[in-house]
């Protein structure tokens, strides 16, 4: 601080230093007036340097301008190095802040924030898909302006923030099912948060919809099965009318069995890895196995072909690949006529091998095709319970296929037949040994 003290009175002191001895060896009142002029001349260079260095200062800008001399020359170095470090700090800033924009624009979640008075002040642009905001164009408007829902605005209006809000046909094709929470922060501000929970919600309907069906479908072959017990415990009944009950009783009861069993595969393939590929499934040992189980099935009311012209083996489970082909078969015997014509084979195709299943049955009509690989749907419920389906034999074959990397196709005429197609890329084919 002397340094600088004695650097801005250096000047002022030397002049009138210099005009003393210059009126003790010559005229004090010339030295005087020559004084005089000299500090009249300095101090309106150093009212210059104070307007330019205000200049500056308005200009945000003292990096690389005119030192001056003397105290100016220390002022303007500095200010210089506060700005660069200022400048540096704000860049840090800066990087740090769209960072933090990045990270909340990656999150799935929409984030609205909300000054005192419920107008929007920024959100984020996953805004855009559940509310049709736009970032850019809709800051500083009322959000009960632009989301006009009914249960929303009454939300806003309650002020009861604890508990989230459920809204429905959000969206641009109103598909979509929100959860909505706002959370209070700062001076009386708000935050918007956001999230899809279409799938949950349909997940939640699929688990219903899952639990009523398999209650539905045990309680028939259970109320068929406790009516006959009663009849045999309290009535007096010929040896025929018992036979003929216990048929049904054990009909029944195999029904059931079936049904917790694909229940047991379908529970597994959910929960289990991809299979591997490094385990063979033969595919002539397993058309042997099959044309057996089909021809045991149908007991000679059908025509049964098999081609199986590939040599190509699949990489994969065993098991699961028996189950899905096996499925696909017994459906066909199922839902075709006495007489009708079923062909299965395993063939080439230019991205892999197909497995397929063709019939001359009753085939299934358009409208139900994107849906009949779902858990117990059935076409005709009726029909499907004289024949002994369950509901769950196409959605396992669709998992098994999907296990294997395979897709499921189905291709069907009413009154023609189906055919119902699983194709196999390359990477789960390997030659036969």
Known sequence: ??????????????????????????????????????????????????????????????????????????????????????????????????????????????????????????????????FRLDPLRDVGQPVTFLLRNPQFVSYMQAREFTRPLHLDFMGDQGSLMLMLQIFPYGENRKLLLSQDITILKKNESMRQDFVANVSHELRTPLTVVSGFLETLRDLKISKLDQKRYVDLMFAQTSRMMTLVEELLILTRLDSSPLTSKTTKVHIEELFEKLLLDAKSLSQDKHVIEVNCPLKMDILGSESEILSAFSNLIVNAIRYTPEGGKIIFEWKAEASG???????????????????????????DRSRSRDTGGTGLGLA?????????NAVLKIESELGVGSTFLIHFPKDRLVEVD
């Open 1 to 130: 601080m002397t340094r600088e003290i004695i650097k801005a009175l250096f000047f002022p002191f030397a002049i009138c230093f210099i005009s003393f001895i210059w009126g003790e060896v010559f005229s004090f009142s010339v030295a005087f007036y020559l004084g005089f002029f000299v500090l009249l001349i300095h101090s309106f260079i150093q009212a210059w340097f104070k307007i330019h260095l205000l200049s500056n200062l308005k200009k945000d800008d003292l990096i690389g301008q005119k030192r001056g001399f003397g105290i100016w020359r220390d002022i303007y170095d500095q200010l210089e190095k506060k700005s660069k470090i200022w400048r540096q700090a704000v860049l840090q800033s800066e990087v740090q802040y769209n960072k933090f924009l990045q990270g909340i624009q990656a999150s799935p979640n929409g984030l609205i924030m909300l000054d005192e008075i419920d107008h929007i002040e920024w959100c984020n642009n996953i805004c855009r898909d559940h």
């Open 353 to 379: 091998a197909v497995f397929s299943v063709k019939d001359s049955g009753i085939g299934i009509a358009p409208e139900h095709l994107p849906r009949i690989t779902e858990r117990f749907y059935r076409v």
């Open 396 to 404: 396992i074959v669709k998992h098994v296929a999907s296990r294997h």
